[in-house]
């Protein structure tokens, strides 16, 4: 391999890597969901909150999640039913395999709460849609959903109902409407479930198993000589030599740095004036990702290949059912390590119909930390402190408060690590920012 050759593998390695991050990402989670014995359209779903052991991209620690795996593949059309909202809330988007939301369920979503049988459809159906059907067209047959059965509270009793509610959601071809066979759930709580992003010829195994499986997108035509002239092209195997093992080896190295410094450079500007916190993706991204990049002069493939780095999920209405917050500095714009002490003070009034939480991630892999008791406060945990004006301290450290761990978010010593604030159900004082979330403080016992 000469030299000019080497550094162009390199280069399509690293643009390979940026524009297959969220189809890398879906199918990281599909072969987890597989290795714990689910199959398509099979419910993966935890019957707890999640703990350090859910290892998916900033995953809620204060919710009930199910993910059904959709495959229209050799069954065609595939019916999602959820609930009414009568005895829980469902919040939640349906997705395509590159993570683009075909639709919002549930009281934020099309069915307004009144719960509807959505019909995800294979690439260009032209059958006939039956009368009661939400149609979903897709243009692949590879989906999947995201779901949060939404918890009153954090009791033990809260938590069953929200399972109990969860469990009626189904999911099933629609050629057996008539006489569907009971859903498939597989619990994965407690158990490793583990779709964090390999920075290594991994990722291009899992790139290039999506590429075999899933049609070309008219959008993606680009992508195919690219993909090619590193190893991947549908209908032959992946059999890299070990040159071109080393030039893919660079390549995915510089895209994961730049990755994480175009993440970094993402929390200019703050969301609040004069603080560290940020919304976790672009506009732009926004924009697309919202009209399944129907734009014919945007695609922001580099604002996408970032934000599914350390996340997961789509909504086809960003900020109505659910609004997110990061950041990874604190007050004095300093790194959040997990050897110091922060103090959060979450004001009193937090514009939220059903609840907020915060949450403390592994700055580097974006997962959960790992060996941490819990990683999150909530509105919903049982016993959480108030202050007298109504405010609540959270603290952030390696080792509990004096005043206990009630309000406590614990941390790894060894490593930084980066916060969440979620807000679900936002009200307009958040959008208008009437109401104002201050900066984490550090040094504040």
């Given at each position: 391999?000469?030299?000019?050759?080497?550094?162009?593998?390199?280069?399509?390695?690293?643009?390979?890597?940026?524009?297959?991050?969220p189809v890398v990402n879906y199918d990281l989670m599909y072969q987890a969901a597989l290795r714990h014995g689910a199959l398509a359209n099979q419910i993966v779903y935890w019957s707890r909150p999640p703990n350090a052991k859910n290892q998916t991209l900033t995953p809620n620690p204060d919710t009930i999640y199910l993910m059904p795996f959709i495959s229209t593949k050799d069954v065609g059309p595939v019916v999602v039913e959820i609930p009414p909202a009568d005895h829980g809330v469902i919040n939640g988007s349906i997705m395509d395999c590159w993570q683009t939301a075909l639709v919002d369920v549930g009281p934020a979503g099309v069915d307004k709460g009144k719960g509807g049988k959505y019909l995800v459809l294979p690439p260009d159906y032209?059958?006939?849609?039956?009368?009661?059907?939400?149609?979903?067209?897709?243009?692949?047959?590879?989906?999947?959903?995201?779901?949060?059965?939404?918890?009153?509270?954090?009791?033990?009793?809260?938590?069953?109902?929200?399972?109990?509610?969860?469990?009626?959601?189904?999911?099933?071809?629609?050629?057996?409407?008539?006489?569907?066979?009971?859903?498939?759930?597989?619990?994965?709580?407690?158990?490793?479930?583990?779709?964090?992003?390999?920075?290594?010829?991994?990722?291009?195994?899992?790139?290039?198993?999506?590429?075999?499986?899933?049609?070309?997108?008219?959008?993606?035509?680009?992508?195919?000589?690219?993909?090619?002239?590193?190893?991947?092209?549908?209908?032959?195997?992946?059999?890299?030599?070990?040159?071109?093992?080393?030039?893919?080896?660079?390549?995915?190295?510089?895209?994961?740095?730049?990755?994480?410094?175009?993440?970094?450079?993402?929390?200019?500007?703050?969301?609040?004036?004069?603080?560290?916190?940020?919304?976790?993706?672009?506009?732009?991204?926004?924009?697309?990702?919202?009209?399944?990049?129907?734009?014919?002069?945007?695609?922001?493939?580099?604002?996408?290949?970032?934000?599914?780095?350390?996340?997961?999920?789509?909504?086809?209405?960003?900020?109505?059912?659910?609004?997110?917050?990061?950041?990874?500095?604190?007050?004095?714009?300093?790194?959040?390590?997990?050897?110091?002490?922060?103090?959060?003070?979450?004001?009193?009034?937090?514009?939220?119909?059903?609840?907020?939480?915060?949450?403390?991630?592994?700055?580097?892999?974006?997962?959960?930390?790992?060996?941490?008791?819990?990683?999150?406060?909530?509105?919903?945990?049982?016993?959480?402190?108030?202050?007298?004006?109504?405010?609540?301290?959270?603290?952030?450290?390696?080792?509990?408060?004096?005043?206990?761990?009630?309000?406590?978010?614990?941390?790894?010593?060894?490593?930084?690590?980066?916060?969440?604030?979620?807000?679900?159900?936002?009200?307009?004082?958040?959008?208008?920012?009437?109401?104002?979330?201050?900066?984490?403080?550090?040094?504040?016992?």
């Amino acid at each position: 391999m000469t030299e000019a050759a080497r550094r162009v593998l390199e280069a399509r390695a690293a643009e390979a890597v940026i524009w297959g991050m969220p189809v890398v990402n879906y199918d990281l989670m599909y072969q987890a969901a597989l290795r714990h014995g689910a199959l398509a359209n099979q419910i993966v779903y935890w019957s707890r909150p999640p703990n350090a052991k859910n290892q998916t991209l900033t995953p809620n620690p204060d919710t009930i999640y199910l993910m059904p795996f959709i495959s229209t593949k050799d069954v065609g059309p595939v019916v999602v039913e959820i609930p009414p909202a009568d005895h829980g809330v469902i919040n939640g988007s349906i997705m395509d395999c590159w993570q683009t939301a075909l639709v919002d369920v549930g009281p934020a979503g099309v069915d307004k709460g009144k719960g509807g049988k959505y019909l995800v459809l294979p690439p260009d159906y032209k059958g006939e849609i039956p009368e009661g059907y939400i149609p979903l067209p897709s243009g692949n047959p590879s989906n999947y959903a995201l779901l949060r059965s939404v918890l009153k509270s954090g009791s033990k009793a809260d938590i069953a109902k929200a399972v109990a509610y969860a469990k009626r959601i189904k999911v099933y071809p629609l050629s057996q409407a008539a006489h569907p066979a009971a859903t498939i759930f597989v619990d994965v709580n407690d158990e490793l479930f583990d779709s964090s992003i390999p920075y290594d010829m991994r990722f291009f195994q899992s790139l290039d198993r999506m590429i075999q499986s899933e049609p070309w997108l008219t959008r993606d035509k680009v992508m195919i000589d690219l993909l090619k002239s590193i190893g991947i092209e549908k209908g032959r195997a992946f059999l890299p030599d070990q040159a071109t093992q080393a030039a893919l080896s660079a390549g995915i190295a510089t895209a994961h740095a730049w990755l994480e410094a175009r993440y970094e450079a993402g929390f200019v500007p703050a969301y609040f004036d004069g603080t560290h916190w940020s919304l976790p993706v672009s506009p732009e991204f926004m924009k697309g990702i919202m009209s399944n990049y129907a734009a014919p002069d945007s695609y922001p493939v580099d604002s996408r290949g970032t934000a599914y780095s350390f996340a997961f999920f789509s909504a086809k209405h960003l900020g109505q059912g659910q609004f997110y917050l990061i950041a990874i500095h604190d007050r004095d714009g300093h790194a959040l390590n997990g050897n110091q002490t922060y103090r959060l003070t979450v004001p009193a009034g937090v514009p939220v119909s059903q609840y907020w939480s915060v949450t403390a991630y592994n700055r580097d892999t974006h997962t959960l930390i790992r060996e941490m008791p819990w990683a999150s406060r909530s509105s919903l945990n049982p016993g959480l402190k108030k202050n007298a004006d109504g405010s609540v301290d959270i603290v952030f450290g390696p080792k509990a408060p004096k005043e206990g761990k009630a309000n406590w978010v614990p941390t790894d010593p060894k490593g930084q690590f980066e916060a969440m604030f979620r807000f679900y159900g936002p009200e307009k004082a958040l959008s208008e920012k009437t109401w104002h979330l201050p900066d984490i403080q550090a040094g504040v016992q």
